[in-house]
């Protein structure tokens, strides 16, 4: 397959999310509504209530924004075309969706604190500073009332395709880079409790996606943004193709289920309140 591909920068995972905003629901967001809708329902939206959903992406701010109209929601993703796609959704139900082309850090920096009584990240960890970022989502939204939602892969995720690719880069002499996402919903606790956040809601659902052949797992893995960035754009396109169908048989071989091969998701949701 490919280099290391963590973590992904803001400008090169824009530009897979813009080329993919058309194809993204159909390689990721379908096969995670279930947690998309549990999160929402954790959140115990109600009419009136404005909410802000960082990296937005093309559609799942709308599942929100039903619950929450007549209030306008707010989608803020630096991909032009993603927040494009969320619009127009949002128009053809009748909701109304104000489009921030930002990235999350541009967009945190000039908000209001406590404008919002939601702030909704859904597998966007990948491209903030988690690690030191988490307790400062809490102020764009009101205290008392306000709730912060996370989703997220957790770095356990598809253990299939990150065993073949470190086998790869040791058998390469390359330096190994791993997810950029959390370990744990008990990490991402303690990260938000650092702030004025308590948590209400936590779970982990397992989501696993079947590929016919070792080579659809692969393009899935270079196409659909769940691996992205400079490293992987730095890579020699010439020398990808060629790594490609080898690392394809690899996974085949190892995780290989009658010529099928599964990545296995952990999926995590959280839910804080912002304390008085
Ligand atoms: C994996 S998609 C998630 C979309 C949506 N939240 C969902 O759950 O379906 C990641 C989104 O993050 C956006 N993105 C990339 N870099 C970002 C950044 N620095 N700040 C905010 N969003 C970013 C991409 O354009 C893309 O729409």
Known sequence: MTTPTFPPSPVSSRQVYDDNASRYDDFWTRHVLQPHRRLTEDLALRPGEKVVDLAAGPGVTLEMLRKTAPAAGVAVDPSRQMLD???????????????????????????????????????????????????????????????????????????????????????????????????????????????????????????????????????????SGYIAGEALDAFPKDLLDMLKPIFASKLEADFGEDGRVPFDFDIAGVVARRKP
């Open 85 to 223: 796609r969320g619009v127009a959704l949002a128009k053809s139900e009748g909701l109304e969706l104000v489009p921030v082309q930002l990235t999350a850090q541009a967009f945190l920096l000039g908000c209001e604190p406590e404008s919002f009584d939601v702030l909704s990240l859904r597998f966007g960890l990948a491209y903030v500073d988690w690690e030191n970022e988490l307790a400062s989502l809490s102020m764009p939204v009101r205290r008392g009332t306000g709730r912060v939602a996370l989703l997220t892969n957790l770095a356990s995720s598809a253990p299939q395709a990150l065993k073949t690719y470190h086998a790869f880069m040791d058998e390469l002499g390359r330096e190994k880079a791993w997810p950029p996402v959390p370990k744990s919903t008990d990490q991402i606790e303690a990260l938000l409790t650092r702030g004025d956040l308590e948590i209400t809601h936590r779970w982990v659902e397992p989501v696993r996606i079947w590929f016919a052949n070792g080579l659809e797992a692969s393009d899935w893995l270079l196409q």
